[in-house]
């Protein structure tokens, strides 16, 4: 028995042994070919090192499962924590610089024109029409809505995995004090006021209508978006026959899409855009919102779960998240957002893309490809019990997932895609985060009575224009 | 601890009925002493006290106004699930590596630059010193990227606990400090040596790093408390969860899309900040011993 | 040093390098403490050449350079100074960062030095040891904490800070966004969270002065004071430069607290030169001219270092 045991761990070390040896010497072989020249990755039956962008507390069960599918290959986690998207593009650029970038990362809206237009990602468009038996499933089952913000210059770029859109939420206490319901699908912006002025002063006496943040997603965004008009002017590059004639034939809401949003010059003063700052900033001057804050957020959380806010924009990242934050199922609710000159939503989505040139494109592929299928998906982490971001999967939002901890409206976070198909991604071309940091500067200046909404959004279009001007090459020309 | 000072004049005491307490100021110059240092404190802890409250309380209670202090039912759950949500004990440890491993090499190489600084003469010795305190002048997020490509490419230790370790080992700042405990160090003791036949190794180590100890305790303490609280660095060194300090952990909490729960952060930072302050009240002993000893030589 | 003739020792007999270097003459000792002296640099000088001089260098030279790493860079030359002098937004943290210093140094050199007196001389050790503790504390906290604990703290609309000043009649505050109080704001929270390092620096130049000096500086009142003036002061000379160099220095470099509390805002009234740099490069993948803007602070920081220095000279007294 003894001496049998023995045996058999001397094999398994022996086994390992040999392992490490084989994946050290591939790793020379790579080395050795790309010194050489860098064409060819190493063929699939190779061990595979893929260095991931990714919590292993999140993918742990995908890893396990991938490993079963694929056994040369090994899955690196590279955990990048960072607060805001700048923290995280400060790893990502310090590691490219250094020549050791992850060959699976993840990019949000904010990221993924810069990622695409600098030559980083790589375009997956071929390789999407050689996969169609693979991703059709997939394809079906997520809207074309989510699909096209990862197009750029007719390519595709990523797979979406989850999205945001901008909603509105209730806490049904303070509802309830006020004596209101969740409203309907088809509420409007003043149903909207008569809500937050409702819900203001109650709960103990300081609680505000309605609160938001300071930030690019879900700040005043949601309100320019519903009045008909963008912070950018909006504009669909030609091309995308191939992704929508191929996977999206028989769905209504892939009509009249084309490949991928371009935003081709800043019109943040218009006079649209000048109604709704003036809108927002009434809020605040008439005492139904709170001070606005710069953030991540996690402020405006506290306040919600706490009892101090009404009404504040989320996505279905909030229906965990405010379980987790200690909210009570049916504590809170969603709908729509109101209807103003449209009833456009804003959106976020998030999606791995793979390093172009890094040398393991083949194999990242293969795994981001795994990562599209149900099964899979359901593994992940934030998906699980507390659903953490909401899933892209028509098929994955469904009563099952929300009866724990989400609103009795879940369903309206599809349906935003659904019901609303002009719905579209937060403006964010390469330069996002500069735009990003010229929007919420001349906001806070608004917000806090030092600028009129007018002179803000003056101020905000010619710094625009200087940023365009510094960016020639955007928007690309075909 | 001025015992001597207190004996001397004590001529106010002698008046009253009763035996005023040690800590009982004697005229009203230092009552309003002995307030202005109190209140400073009330202002200083306070937040402390909020978030040690607010961490014990459930999120819905979280922020009452008024605001209560004291909290009515401990809830200790926001702690343990501190402990479910990140490898706690792992990334406690990693930064307690981290940071013994600096304070140990800073105290080492910063009292030998700095006794040579202040005590040797050679040529060079200015320009040298004017090099050091220029790298103080320069923040750390424009260099962040450059030491990352040397940590990474030519010494290959990214993601381990070097990479924290070895960039933090030489520093301005202590070599500064040390400099100026040295500088005020008289020169009597160092002639007194050199008749006694000491060599210059014997006189910095037996007269004069003992006389600085009040430096070495400062550099010591500061530097363990600044090495612990370091964020950017790790952010972009370290890849795996399991080599985090404890730092990475605590904005780890607030979860993705900061969907985390406000009590369970404030829970990880008392938690997190726990062993410092123990580090600290432990070492304060060593602290004030440092200081004291350097005050004898007067 | 005094000139005197040293007696030759009586030690053992030495090799011929160690007694070369040994040697008591005077000649000798010059040798011996230059040679330590290059010795005793050499762990700090090559630390300090290979992870912060040469990150520097590069970074000064990556300022002629238009760089955001996914290109490889190009040389422009000067172009990132010229606009760097037109940037009206640098010169407001510029000038923002001078106010947070001026305002945020002295009253950490007023506080730490009043405190670390008045606790010394103390005559209870319990009552010392709490307040040491009490004060020190902030120091300890990381900047995660203090972004999440004052994000609260100082809310206009559900903060404990206006609460409690409500009670006393004062109207609420907009603390973080409001360009004439903000930088106020961010000065106080800098104060708390650093007070503690600049009163233990105080704390060890205070115990290292004679006691009789203390004792004599015990009597309250003007004539105390006047004590205070003409004797610690002037044998806490040392200390005074050694913090006010380093607090200055640190907080021209002012980053953590402003970006934890107000991203620079409202609009820029509280953006510092480092939140510039940091901005700029890694947000606006503009390496070159952050590097420019890292530049000129560093020369900025240099001036205002050796105009100390050169000053000091006047009033720092050494043994």
């Known amino acids: ?478 | 601890m001025q015992s001597t000072t207190v004996s001397t004049r004590d001529t106010a005491q002698a008046r009253t009925r009763f035996r005023r307490p040690e800590w009982l100021p004697r005229n009203p110059g230092s009552w309003l002493q002995l307030l202005l240092l109190s209140v400073m404190a009330v202002f200083t802890l306070m937040p402390f006290v909020w978030v040690v409250s607010t961490s014990l309380r459930t999120p819905a209670q979280s922020f009452t106004v008024p605001p209560e202090w004291i909290p009515v039912d401990m809830d200790f759950s926001n702690y343990t699930r501190v402990f479910d949500e990140i490898p706690f004990w792992n990334q406690i440890l990693n930064s307690f590596a981290i940071t013994i491993s600096v304070v140990c090499g800073q105290l080492l190489t910063a009292s030998l630059a700095g006794y040579a600084f202040a005590r040797l003469r050679f040529r060079g010795r200015n320009v040298l010193f004017w090099i050091v305190l220029a790298t103080l002048m320069i923040p750390g997020q424009a260099t962040i990227i450059p030491v990352f490509i040397l940590i990474s490419r030519v010494f290959g230790l990214s993601d381990t606990l070097w990479a924290l370790i070895i960039p933090g080992i030489s520093t301005a700042f202590g070599t500064f400090l040390l400099r100026q405990y040295f500088l005020q160090i008289p020169n009597d003791f160092e002639e007194a040596a050199m008749i006694d036949g000491a060599n210059q190794w014997q006189i910095f180590r037996k007269i004069y790093l003992p006389l600085a100890s009040p430096g070495l305790a400062i550099l010591a303490v500061l530097t363990f408390n600044a090495k612990w609280n370091d964020y950017f660095t790790p952010l972009i060194f370290m890849n795996t969860k399991e080599r985090f300090p404890i730092t990475l952990g605590i904005v780890d909490l607030q979860g993705y899309m900061a969907t985390g729960s406000i009590s369970v952060v404030l829970a990880g930072i008392v938690l997190s900040t726990i062993p410092v302050i123990i580090i600290y009240m432990f070492g304060q002993r060593y602290l004030i011993e440092g200081l004291m000893m350097g005050g004898l030589k007067g | 040093m005094t000139s005197y003739t040293v007696q030759p020792s009586e030690g053992p007999r030495r090799n011929a390098l160690v007694r070369w270097l040994a040697a008591d003459t005077m000649n000798g000792i010059k040798r011996q403490r230059a040679i330590l002296g290059y010795t005793f640099l050499i762990p700090t000088i090559v630390g300090l050449l290979l992870f912060i001089v040469g990150p520097m260098l590069f970074t000064f030279a990556l300022s002629f350079f238009k760089w955001n790493v996914f290109r490889p860079p190009e040389v422009i030359g000067f172009a990132n100074f010229e606009r760097l002098f037109s940037d009206p937004r640098v010169f407001v943290s510029f000038r923002n960062t001078f106010l947070l210093v001026i305002m945020t140094v002295t009253m950490l050199e007023v506080l730490a030095m009043s405190l670390a007196l008045a606790v010394h001389r103390l005559a209870s050790r319990a009552l010392g040891y709490f307040f040491r503790t009490a004060y020190f504390l902030p120091v300890l906290l990381s900047g995660a904490a203090v972004a999440v604990t004052l994000g609260y703290l100082f809310h206009q609309d559900f903060g404990v800070i206006n609460y409690y000043l409500g009670k006393v009649g004062v109207p609420k505050i907009a603390w973080l966004t409001d360009s004439n109080v903000v930088l106020w704001t961010i000065s106080l929270t800098t104060v708390w969270r650093n007070m503690g390092f600049t009163f233990i620096i105080y704390l060890g130049g205070v115990s290292s002065l004679p006691s009789e000096v203390l004792e004599a500086a015990q009597v309250d009142g003007a004539a105390g004071w006047r004590r205070i003036r003409s004797i610690v002061l002037p044998l806490l000379s040392p200390t005074i430069l050694f913090a006010t160099v380093t607090d200055i220095i640190k907080m021209l470099q002012f980053f953590d607290e402003p970006f934890i509390m107000t991203r620079g805002g409202p609009g820029d009234a509280s953006r510092t030169v480092v939140m510039m740099m940091y901005e700029n490069a890694f947000g606006n993948l503009d390496f070159g001219y952050g590097s420019a803007i890292a530049l000129i602070l560093f020369a900025v920081i240099m001036i205002v270092t050796g105009v100390q220095f050169v000053l000091s000279r006047r009033w720092v007294f050494y043994n």
């Open chain 1, 1 to 478: 028995m003894q001496r049998k045991m023995s045996r058999r761990e001397m094999l398994k070390a022996t086994a390992a042994g040999a392992a490490g040896l084989a994946s050290g010497l591939s790793a020379a072989t790579v080395l050795a070919s790309d010194a050489a020249s860098g064409f060819a990755a190493p063929p699939l039956q190779d061990a595979v090192t893929i260095r991931f962008q990714e919590s292993e507390q999140e993918y742990a069960d995908v890893v396990a499962a991938y490993k079963e599918v694929a056994p040369n290959v090994n899955i690196e986690f590279v955990n990048i924590t960072g607060v805001d998207h700048a923290e995280i593009a400060s790893k990502i650029l310090a590691q490219l610089a250094a020549g050791q970038p992850v060959d699976i990362g993840y990019a949000a809206t904010e990221a993924t024109q810069l990622y695409a237009g600098e030559g980083l990602a790589l375009p997956l468009k071929n390789r999407v029409m050689d996969s169609q038996a693979d991703l059709a499933e997939y394809f079906s089952d997520v809207s074309p809505v989510l699909v096209e913000t990862d197009l750029y210059q007719d390519d595709l770029y990523q797979l979406p995995r989850d999205f945001n859109a901008a909603n509105m939420y209730f806490n049904t206490a303070l509802l309830t004090e006020a004596g209101l319901e969740v409203p309907g699908e088809e509420w409007t912006k003043d149903d909207f006021v008569e809500y937050a002025k409702a819900m203001t002063g109650i709960g103990g006496g300081d609680s505000f209508g309605y609160g938001w943040t300071n930030r690019l997603w879900g700040s005043w965004t949601p309100w320019f978006f519903v009045n008909d008009t963008n912070l950018l002017a909006e504009e669909r590059a030609p091309g995308g026959e191939w992704l929508w004639g191929t996977f999206y034939k028989d769905d209504p809401n892939a009509a009249g899409r084309g490949g991928g949003w371009l935003w081709p010059a800043p019109q943040a003063n218009n006079p649209a855009m000048v109604e709704a700052l003036e809108f927002v900033v009434s809020l605040t001057e008439q005492g139904l919102t709170p001070v606005v804050e710069l953030g991540g957020g996690a402020t405006l959380q506290g306040f919600f779960t706490s009892g101090k806010l009404g009404m504040t924009p989320a996505g279905g990242f909030w229906s965990g998240g405010l379980t987790n934050a200690g909210m009570e199922k049916g504590g809170f609710d969603v709908q729509f957002w109101p209807k103003w000159a449209t009833q456009r939503h804003q959106l976020g989505v998030g999606a791995a893309w793979i390093l172009n040139g890094g040398g393991n494109e083949d194999a990242a592929w293969e795994f981001v490809k795994f990562n599209t299928r149900k099964d899979v998906m359901e593994m992940i982490g934030f998906f699980g019990e507390r659903t953490r971001t909401t899933p892209v999967r028509r098929s994955m939002n469904n009563e099952e997932r929300y009866s724990k901890t989400g609103p009795a409206n879940w369903h309206v976070f599809y349906d935003t895609l659904d019901k609303r198909p002009d719905t579209g991604p937060i403006p964010a071309p390469t330069f996002s985060i500069e735009e990003t940091n010229i929007y919420t500067r001349y906001t806070s200046l608004a917000t806090s009575g030092e600028m009129t909404p007018k002179d803000a959004l003056d101020g905000m279009q010619s710094e625009l224009e200087a940023l365009y001007a510094r960016n020639p090459s955007y928007p690309p020309s075909n």
